[in-house]
């Protein structure tokens, strides 16, 4: 029953996004090289010369796998997430071919955002760091639910978006944590199948392009895929029995990342969205370490990271967090 409940959408969507990732290479070598001559190129360590459409790959194999899934019932608040999903793809895809602004950017992410609550997901209940379970029994609880939800989705997209600046590193994060809300979705006290397979689908579209992504990557996701799938695993922590404290701790370290350098970027009196070389990856680069070594130690922090994360609860959780955020002070 797993094999085929699970197994089988993540091989389908693997062999499906080689497949098309081998495609849009050859048809990108043969055509064009979206290649923008931007500012985001002055943080990116990437080879600006090849193709940015791998992101296409993620979301075709993944839609295509998960519209053909029997097993699989598309309710209204599942299709939220993936036409959520769809509109940030659509603005990721044009900020690839021209970019965009913020502004425009954030508009139509929070836009997608509040598709998914337009279409039926809906939170009952959250538990506080004590465990104690609060009733979501009111318009204003559910309004700033429903706010705080929205920032933390904008939040992840655009965090794993400037995590995305070297090759392997942002997609192979994001497929260790997909796979932790896998097994999260397993779980007896979540036992969401839905879940399950929309995860294992968007983790098999994932491998299939990381295979051409680590370093020397051969194809870039863009910000057409990165956003596509930052949006998925928000729109699913939050379909998922508002799992968004489990997530926020799986990919705590890119999200801390992503607010020191905001608060460094304010300090020195640069606008926040100024490119510039003062992420993680960039530091641990200058000292000395290859794009292999910084991949690995962030995959390996985020396993770690996760593994805690999916065995133990409130409290736990919130000690876990600071932890890592003195830890991550210290270092900066």
Do not use: C
């Not at 790959?57 to 839609?63: E, H, K, R, Y």
């Not at 970019?99 to 992410?109: D, G, L, R, S, T």
């Not at 990271?305 to 876990?320: F, R």
């Amino acid at each position: 029953m797993i094999l085929t409940l699970y197994l089988k959408p993540f091989l389908f969507a693997f062999g499906a996004s080689v497949f098309l990732i081998l495609a849009i290479k050859y048809l990108s070598a043969k055509f064009f090289v979206a290649n923008k001559n931007i500012r985001k190129e002055n943080r990116h360590i990437h080879n600006n010369k090849i193709s940015r459409w791998g992101g296409i790959a993620i979301v075709v194999s993944f839609l295509g796998v998960i519209l053909l899934d029997k097993n699989l019932v598309l309710t209204k608040d599942i299709s939220g997430i993936l036409l959520g999903g769809l509109v940030v793809f659509g603005i990721g895809f044009w900020d690839d071919l021209k970019e965009i602004n913020w502004k425009m950017q954030f508009f139509f992410q929070t836009l997608a955002v509040i598709l998914i609550f337009i279409f039926g997901v809906r939170m009952y209940s959250i538990s506080n760091p004590l465990g104690e379970v609060i009733l979501l029994d009111s318009l204003v609880k559910n309004l700033i639910v429903i706010l705080i939800a929205s920032v933390w989705a904008i939040v992840l997209i655009n965090a794993m978006n400037w995590l995305d600046g070297m090759d392997g590193l942002g997609m192979g994060v994001y497929l260790i944590g997909i796979l932790a809300i896998f097994l999260l979705s397993l779980k007896p006290e979540v036992n969401q199948p839905p879940v399950g397979i929309i995860t294992m689908a968007l983790a098999g579209a994932i491998l299939g392009f990381l295979i051409f992504n680590f370093p020397p990557a051969k194809i870039m996701a863009g910000s057409n895929g990165i956003f596509f799938v930052g949006f998925i695993v928000a729109g699913l922590s939050i379909f998922a029995g508002t799992k968004i404290a489990t997530t926020l701790l799986i990919l705590f370290i890119p999200l801390v990342d992503f607010f020191w350098v905001i608060l460094k970027r304010l300090k020195g009196g640069k606008s926040i969205f100024s490119a510039d070389h003062e992420h993680l990856h960039h530091k641990l680069m200058k000292i000395g370490w290859s794009q292999w070594q910084i991949n690995s130690f962030f995959y390996l922090i985020t396993i770690l990271v996760a593994t805690v994360a999916l065995n133990v609860k409130g409290l736990g959780k919130i000690l876990i967090m600071l932890g890592l955020l003195l830890s991550t002070k210290r270092k900066s």
